[in-house]
């Protein structure tokens, strides 16, 4: 019975994630046409400064479907042409007519066709391929939460009890900082091959399939592409609007030493305050086991808490001028933020934005085991945002209803300095208007018309 119950939930959330495809532009700039052979085949579609506009299509056009009366008459055999008769001219034109609309216009489609039509509207969709693959995740989690808990009780028994390497790591003081250590190391070296392929590719005269993905590609071209309406206003001959920009990007060099400097704001006081205070085997041994559900709400709720008090603090390091020279200017430097920007950070700020961290999680009272996934996914998604490429995948576009944000609302805010002053949800930013405005730019990117 669960198993029946999730397949439906899928299928229904498929089925609304598809829908926002039809007709329109997504996330990623596809456009859908209806199948050939439809009325609105006959349509086009065109873009306009990033907005798609559909065309009506011709009288005849319109004319060659079959009216509201005539299908639902053809439905019950009641309409039928008439027949044509050699003697008279009229008839016959009347009867060839008839004969086409009834023979041109598709009867209503079968559910298998239906569905058919839908995953290939999906599949040629990767943000809504991304999304539910995404659904699928969290109901299954809500599904088999049952089988999960039981899993999670072995693994809680193994964690404590265990002397294995990863027992005892997971009970050692140092733990979560370590955790959060390796993860920024494997997250911002990720984005750096990925950077690393487009710029070879770059070199080498190739367009690599992730160059679409990069920011700073997507806002030289849309900068082209505007520079060339601009002389195509004033008269200009020899303007083609399609022409790609001839100039390899020039990106700024990597911040590679963190390593060196930003590494030892944030190692060496937790180092020393779990010196000082051995705690965490003897806190681990009075919690029991975390349940599915449990871990879910703590990391949402850590995520979401953060979010709003890095808001408030980001907020005043923008709008307080001494604020912004001593401690926050060092992290805009780059105004093309790559993967490892997010540590380029003052002592002053490494200090608030892993205490808010640390705050948020010690007055929840979250469970160790989701501590550490917090401390996996905040590492990603703080990369993430400063990584200068918007993936399908990413938060920003799998999370629906424009709840979240991303690279390319933090790409706007190091390019103008403005706006986007949350990290991963732009509620508050949107009630106090901090987010790009509808002045004719490309919505995500920091390119406006002079």
């Known amino acids: 019975m669960k198993f ?16 926002e495809t039809v007709n ?3 996330a990623t700039g596809t456009i859908f046409r ?8 006959f349509s086009r579609t065109s873009t306009n400064g990033g907005v798609a506009v559909r065309n009506k299509p011709p009288v005849s056009t319109i004319s060659m479907a079959l009216s509201p009366v005539q299908k639902n008459l053809k439905r019950f055999n009641i309409f039928k042409p008439s027949k044509m008769r050699s003697s008279s001219s009229s008839s016959i034109a009347s009867s060839a007519s008839m004969d086409f609309n009834t023979s041109s216009r598709p009867g209503p489609a079968s559910p298998k066709k239906m569905l058919l039509n839908l995953f290939q509207k999906i599949r040629s969709n990767e943000v809504t391929m991304w999304r539910i693959a995404a659904a699928t995740f969290i109901t299954s989690i809500f599904t088999f939460q049952s089988a999960i808990d039981v899993q999670l009780i072995n693994v809680w028994s193994w964690l404590q009890t265990s002397s294995s ?21 494997f997250w911002i070296h990720g984005f750096w091959f990925a950077d690393r392929a487009v710029s070879k590719a770059d070199a080498k005269g190739i367009v690599h399939p992730w160059k679409r993905h990069r920011l700073q590609d997507q806002y030289e071209a849309e900068k082209h592409r505007r520079m060339q309406l601009r002389k195509l206003e004033h008269g200009e001959d020899g303007v083609d609007l399609d022409e790609k920009p001839a100039v390899v990007t020039k990106q700024q060099k990597w911040h590679l030493g963190f390593w060196i400097f930003e590494l030892p704001l944030y190692v060496l006081p937790l180092f020393i305050i779990d010196r000082c205070i051995p705690r965490r085997a003897a806190k681990i041994a009075g919690w029991g086991a975390p349940t599915a559900l449990g871990i879910c709400a703590d990391v949402t709720t850590a995520l979401f808490l953060y979010d709003l008090g890095f808001f408030f603090c980001h907020f005043l390091m923008h709008k307080i001028p001494f604020l912004y020279k001593y401690v926050h200017g060092k992290h805009h430097i780059a105004k093309e933020v790559r993967a490892s920007d997010i540590v380029r950070l003052s002592g002053v700020e490494e200090v608030v934005d892993v205490g808010i961290s640390i705050l948020v999680l010690n007055n929840l009272g979250c469970h160790p085991v989701a501590r550490t996934l917090y401390n996996i996914i905040i590492t990603f998604m703080l990369t993430e945002l400063h990584s200068g490429f918007a993936f399908p995948w990413t938060p920003q576009f799998v999370v629906p209803f424009g709840l979240a944000t991303g690279s390319k609302g933090h790409h706007y805010h190091h390019r103008n300095g403005v706006h986007y002053y949350q990290k991963f949800f732009c509620h508050v930013d949107k009630l106090f208007g901090f987010v790009q405005k509808k002045d004719n730019s490309l919505k995500g990117f920091s390119v406006t018309m002079k």
């Not at 209806?34 to 085949?41: D, M």
């Not at 390497?165 to 190391?185: G, K, N, Q, S, Y």
């Open 165 to 185: 390497l990863l027992p005892m790591c997971f009970r050692h003081d140092h733990w979560e900082w370590m955790v959060a250590i390796w993860a920024f190391f």
């Open 24 to 26: 329109g532009f997504t």
């Open 4 to 19: 029946r119950t999730w397949c439906t939930c899928i299928s229904v959330l498929a089925a609304i994630l598809a829908d």
């Open 34 to 41: 209806s199948p050939p052979g439809t009325l609105s085949s």
